[in-house]
């Protein structure tokens, strides 16, 4: 009787892993289309939804890029086609994002000089003080 259980136990652990698995895969699909839709649309192309399915629309409109770029036409989302949209991986572009905006900081500081004019306080508007709405 034990034995029964046990198996029952270990078959719902695995039909557990195996469908968080699949739900997990297609989510990853999922924002790569999603991003596809969005580089398609900033290239002009006809993009009339920016959804996690990839429709006909969206095919077709991957088709007529990878026509008008000159690359191989398959409808599908390959390397070529990510490089030529411009597409990187978060990771990269979350990299080069943070060099960037290490290199703004670093110029701002180098630019960056202190006021003496006596300009400052002095130059801020002040609000009204009675705290209630004003419609003219």
């Known amino acids: 009787m034990r034995f029964t259980t046990l198996t029952r136990h270990q078959l719902a652990t695995a039909a557990l892993a195996t469908a968080l698995t699949l739900t997990a895969v297609p989510a990853a699909l999922a924002d790569d289309t999603v991003a596809l839709k ?7 192309y006809d993009v009339s939804n920016v959804n996690r399915s990839m429709d006909k629309g969206t095919r077709a409109a991957l088709r007529a890029f990878q026509t008008d770029q000159g690359l191989d036409v398959t409808g599908e989302l390959d390397e070529a086609t990510k490089s030529a949209l411009g597409m990187v991986p978060v990771d990269i572009a979350a990299a080069q994002s943070a ?3 290490e290199a703004g900081a670093m110029k701002a500081n180098d630019t960056a000089t202190p006021s003496d004019d006596g300009a400052g306080e002095d130059d801020a508007v002040e609000e009204d003080d009675d ?3 004003s419609l003219f």
Do not use: E, R
């Not at 969005?38 to 002009?44: D, K, P, Q, V």
């Open 38 to 44: 969005n580089a398609l649309y900033g290239a002009g």
């Open 99 to 101: 060099q960037t905006s």
């Open 131 to 133: 705290g209630g709405w």
